[in-house]
């Protein structure tokens, strides 16, 4: 434990924003996210109704609400009841919601009555919702009415209201008026008569029809159709698939802005839910689809860590090596004036052999960076390490007659050999954890130097390596810092466990190397300069690593 003081995570390593740099993470703050609301009857089995909504909204990338109009005691084997509440409290439902938040889309479910339906004709001319999609639920897959008879009459007066409406087979010619279709050309042509008659758009859905194929079509009242064509999925798992598509269409139109492209999407997601149905254990009817089934195989279902926990973390992680540094006699003989020259500009040789080889992998960040805003940061750190701190090494190294490009030490070798070793590898996660230490541990001690950290000496101008101290202690280096240290932290926070371990353990090796660097014998004072503080056995950098890692 070093017995000097030390600040408390510094603010110029937190990482509590996406870097300023381009990333998915950013790209996802920036895209404003739809609220969706579902106007629709409950289903506690969680297949159909609002509960099928809110997960598909939420699988389709919006913000799901739900005013509920009735609710049903039902399973996947069928509906066993029905109770439509006071039509008062639906209004109250919707006014609230209205008042408060903006609703970017509408999907209208089961309405259940007559009443039922005028309440939310009412409420639509009222509000105005930009997006409507109405899917006419009549008849539930199992058989079973889930509309009045009054009430379809109203639903046929609902219709100009939606923008879409979405019937299968039987409720399409329930509103048309004629037998249910037994064929595709049938319905298609019921469709474009429900779209001319209404001018409405029509999506015509063929789950229901006979064979190997699931057509679906999206018809404009003046005839423009776009097809939709898939094989039929072999499963029992179809409960809700209705109320699923609808409200995935209604998402994804609210994110599109365009019809057939919302009912592409929508058709896709669901089609990858209906296969994997019979993952799911729910029932032993007509099972529900599984609404996360790609979200969770792509994203999986833990949370993984912020990027700001993980610089925290892995900074954390450092503690015993930045320890060990504060208490290294180079550090404070560096601090208190009272380092020997020689010991000084051996050090300083060291670094600028280091410092070349360290620009070689700043711009290979550069070269395997994702976005052009990284690729522009590395590639800055690559000139800047050259042109300024290389050449400031090379004026002082001049100015006292000592050789500005001594042989690498066995010290100097063994980070850069990590460091090339690094982009050898070529993942860009790992190069960048293995460059980040030195730009962290630099500025740390710099800022604590310059705060008195160590003793007032290392503030005075008369300090006799007072440019020296006064360079690591410069906000352009702590701005770098703290863009490099986002950029690490975004990059691991993306990665698979896998490359973030791989990233973590480069990070951590780089630190003891940094450690070991400090820590090496220097000058003719080398003995002098380089012993522990507390004890005599430390001149080899391994063993300085073993002790801070211990
Ligand atoms: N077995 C299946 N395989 C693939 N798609 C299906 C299957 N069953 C239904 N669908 C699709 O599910 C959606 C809902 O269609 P449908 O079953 O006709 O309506 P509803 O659920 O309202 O009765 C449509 O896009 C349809 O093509
Ligand atoms: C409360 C509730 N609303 C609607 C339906 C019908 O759902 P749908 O998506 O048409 O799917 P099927 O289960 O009928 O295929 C429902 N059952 N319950």
């Given at each position: 434990?070093?017995?000097?003081?030390?600040?408390?995570?510094?603010?110029?390593?937190?990482?509590?924003?996406?870097?300023?740099?381009?990333?998915?993470?950013?790209?996802?703050?920036?895209?404003?996210?739809?609220?969706?609301?579902?106007?629709?009857?409950?289903?506690?089995?969680?297949?159909?109704?609002?509960?099928?909504?809110?997960?598909?909204?939420?699988?389709?990338?919006?913000?799901?609400?739900?005013?509920?109009?009735?609710?049903?005691?039902?399973?996947?084997?069928?509906?066993?009841?029905?109770?439509?509440?006071?039509?008062?409290?639906?209004?109250?439902?919707?006014?609230?919601?209205?008042?408060?938040?903006?609703?970017?889309?509408?999907?209208?479910?089961?309405?259940?009555?007559?009443?039922?339906?005028?309440?939310?004709?009412?409420?639509?001319?009222?509000?105005?919702?930009?997006?409507?999609?109405?899917?006419?639920?009549?008849?539930?897959?199992?058989?079973?009415?889930?509309?009045?008879?009054?009430?379809?009459?109203?639903?046929?007066?609902?219709?100009?209201?939606?923008?879409?409406?979405?019937?299968?087979?039987?409720?399409?010619?329930?509103?048309?008026?004629?037998?249910?279709?037994?064929?595709?050309?049938?319905?298609?042509?019921?469709?474009?008569?429900?779209?001319?008659?209404?001018?409405?758009?029509?999506?015509?859905?063929?789950?229901?029809?006979?064979?190997?194929?699931?057509?679906?079509?999206?018809?404009?009242?003046?005839?423009?159709?776009?097809?939709?064509?898939?094989?039929?999925?072999?499963?029992?798992?179809?409960?809700?698939?209705?109320?699923?598509?609808?409200?995935?269409?209604?998402?994804?139109?609210?994110?599109?802005?365009?019809?057939?492209?919302?009912?592409?999407?929508?058709?896709?997601?669901?089609?990858?839910?209906?296969?994997?149905?019979?993952?799911?254990?729910?029932?032993?009817?007509?099972?529900?689809?599984?609404?996360?089934?790609?979200?969770?195989?792509?994203?999986?279902?833990?949370?993984?860590?912020?990027?700001?926990?993980?610089?925290?973390?892995?900074?954390?992680?450092?503690?015993?090596?930045?320890?060990?540094?504060?208490?290294?006699?180079?550090?404070?003989?560096?601090?208190?004036?009272?380092?020997?020259?020689?010991?000084?500009?051996?050090?300083?040789?060291?670094?600028?052999?280091?410092?070349?080889?360290?620009?070689?992998?700043?711009?290979?960040?550069?070269?395997?960076?994702?976005?052009?805003?990284?690729?522009?940061?590395?590639?800055?750190?690559?000139?800047?390490?050259?042109?300024?701190?290389?050449?400031?090494?090379?004026?002082?190294?001049?100015?006292?007659?000592?050789?500005?490009?001594?042989?690498?030490?066995?010290?100097?070798?063994?980070?850069?050999?990590?460091?090339?070793?690094?982009?050898?590898?070529?993942?860009?996660?790992?190069?960048?954890?293995?460059?980040?230490?030195?730009?962290?541990?630099?500025?740390?001690?710099?800022?604590?130097?310059?705060?008195?950290?160590?003793?007032?000496?290392?503030?005075?101008?008369?300090h006799p390596y007072a440019p020296w101290l006064a360079s690591y202690a410069d906000p352009g280096f702590a701005e770098s810092t703290r863009i490099a240290t986002g950029i690490l932290a975004t990059t691991a926070a993306a990665a698979t466990p896998a490359l973030r371990e791989r990233m973590r353990r480069a990070y951590r090796v780089s630190a003891e190397h940094e450690l070991a660097f400090f820590g090496a014998p220097r000058g003719g004072s080398a003995a002098e300069a380089a012993a522990p503080h507390d004890a005599d056995g430390a001149r080899n950098p391994a063993t300085v690593v073993a002790t801070a890692t211990a």
């Amino acid at each position: 434990m070093s017995a000097l003081p030390r600040l408390e995570r510094p603010g110029y390593l937190r990482v509590d924003e996406p870097a300023a740099t381009g990333s998915v993470a950013a790209d996802r703050i920036r895209r404003r996210i739809p609220n969706i609301l579902s106007i629709a009857g409950s289903d506690p089995s969680g297949g159909a109704g609002i509960q099928a909504d809110l997960k598909s909204i939420a699988a389709n990338g919006g913000y799901g609400m739900a005013a509920i109009t009735a609710l049903t005691a039902q399973n996947t084997r069928g509906v066993r009841a029905v109770h439509v509440p006071p039509v008062a409290f639906l209004t109250e439902q919707l006014d609230a919601i209205a008042d408060d938040a903006r609703v970017d889309a509408v999907k209208l479910g089961m309405l259940g009555s007559a009443e039922v339906v005028a309440a939310v004709g009412d409420w639509l001319v009222g509000t105005r919702p930009a997006v409507v999609v109405l899917d006419p639920v009549m008849i539930a897959t199992s058989g079973d009415r889930l509309l009045d008879a009054d009430a379809e009459r109203a639903l046929r007066d609902l219709l100009p209201l939606a923008d879409l409406v979405t019937p299968n087979l039987a409720e399409l010619a329930v509103l048309v008026g004629e037998p249910v279709a037994d064929d595709w050309a049938a319905a298609l042509a019921q469709g474009r008569a429900l779209a001319a008659a209404t001018g409405v758009r029509v999506l015509v859905k063929g789950g229901h029809l006979a064979g190997p194929e699931t057509p679906d079509a999206l018809v404009e009242a003046d005839d423009t159709t776009v097809g939709f064509d898939g094989a039929r999925i072999a499963t029992t798992n179809t409960h809700g698939t209705g109320c699923s598509l609808s409200s995935a269409i209604a998402t994804r139109r609210a994110v599109t802005g365009d019809w057939s492209v919302a009912v592409g999407e929508a058709r896709a997601w669901l089609r990858e839910s209906i296969a994997a149905g019979s993952e799911l254990e729910v029932g032993g009817g007509n099972g529900p689809i599984h609404h996360f089934a790609g979200v969770w195989a792509r994203g999986g279902t833990t949370t993984p860590p912020t990027p700001a926990d993980l610089a925290a973390e892995w900074w954390e992680e450092t503690a015993g090596i930045r320890s060990a540094i504060d208490d290294l006699p180079f550090v404070r003989r560096l601090a208190d004036g009272s380092l020997p020259r020689d010991a000084f500009l051996d050090y300083l040789g060291q670094d600028a052999v280091y410092l070349r080889d360290y620009a070689r992998v700043l711009a290979a960040a550069s070269r395997l960076a994702p976005d052009a805003d990284a690729q522009r940061f590395w590639a800055g750190s690559a000139a800047g390490a050259l042109a300024e701190e290389l050449a400031s090494h090379e004026r002082l190294l001049a100015g006292a007659a000592a050789t500005a490009h001594p042989e690498p030490d066995a010290t100097t070798t063994a980070y850069l050999d990590h460091l090339l070793a690094a982009v050898a590898r070529g993942e860009y996660g790992v190069v960048v954890a293995a460059l980040l230490p030195c730009f962290q541990l630099y500025v740390d001690l710099g800022m604590r130097l310059a705060a008195g950290g160590f003793g007032a000496a290392a503030r005075r101008p008369e300090h006799p390596y007072a440019p020296w101290l006064a360079s690591y202690a410069d906000p352009g280096f702590a701005e770098s810092t703290r863009i490099a240290t986002g950029i690490l932290a975004t990059t691991a926070a993306a990665a698979t466990p896998a490359l973030r371990e791989r990233m973590r353990r480069a990070y951590r090796v780089s630190a003891e190397h940094e450690l070991a660097f400090f820590g090496a014998p220097r000058g003719g004072s080398a003995a002098e300069a380089a012993a522990p503080h507390d004890a005599d056995g430390a001149r080899n950098p391994a063993t300085v690593v073993a002790t801070a890692t211990a």
